[in-house]
């Protein structure tokens, strides 16, 4: 996950002390949540900006506490957006599911297929199971 600036550059954690701009680490995006700058509190786009760049400034990045899902939502906590300073890891995810959009339709496959493919062989591995 990562946020982009005001100028459509996007910001995004690929490891400790490592910010990449534009080439995120897990590949292109496949899906976006387009956030209005009007719910900054601030000076529009300079305060989004400042927010951005705070959020990613020499911080350590680990997997499971302080990665780039925590370092979206500290921006969007600097900048105050929507006037909410809760942002977190949790409500961030669940916010970009409903709100987000997928970039195209293989987008969309590249972001479900496998889920459902694991799923359908879980079922199956169950089903056989309780078959026997």
Same mark, same amino acid.
């Given at each position: 996950m990562g946020i982009c600036t005001s100028a459509g550059?996007?910001? !995004? &954690? @690929? #490891?400790?002390?490592?910010?990449?701009? !534009?080439?995120? @680490? &897990? #590949?292109r995006p496949t899906k976006y949540w387009k956030l209005d700058v009007d719910k900054v509190c601030g000076t529009g786009s300079a305060a989004w900006d400042k927010a951005v760049h705070d959020a990613y400034k020499c911080r350590p990045h680990n997997l499971c506490c302080d990665n780039c899902h925590s370092h979206v939502a500290l921006a969007l906590n600097l900048m105050r957006y929507d006037n909410r300073t809760s942002w977190n890891m949790v409500n961030l995810c669940l916010r970009s599911l409903i709100h987000g959009k997928h970039v195209s339709c293989v987008s969309f496959l590249k972001t479900w297929l496998p889920f459902l493919m694991l799923t359908g062989a879980l079922v199956t591995f169950i089903l056989t199971l309780n078959l026997h």
């Open positions: 550059v996007i910001r !995004d &954690f @690929a #490891g400790s002390y490592l910010v990449s701009e !534009d080439n995120m @680490a &897990f #590949g």
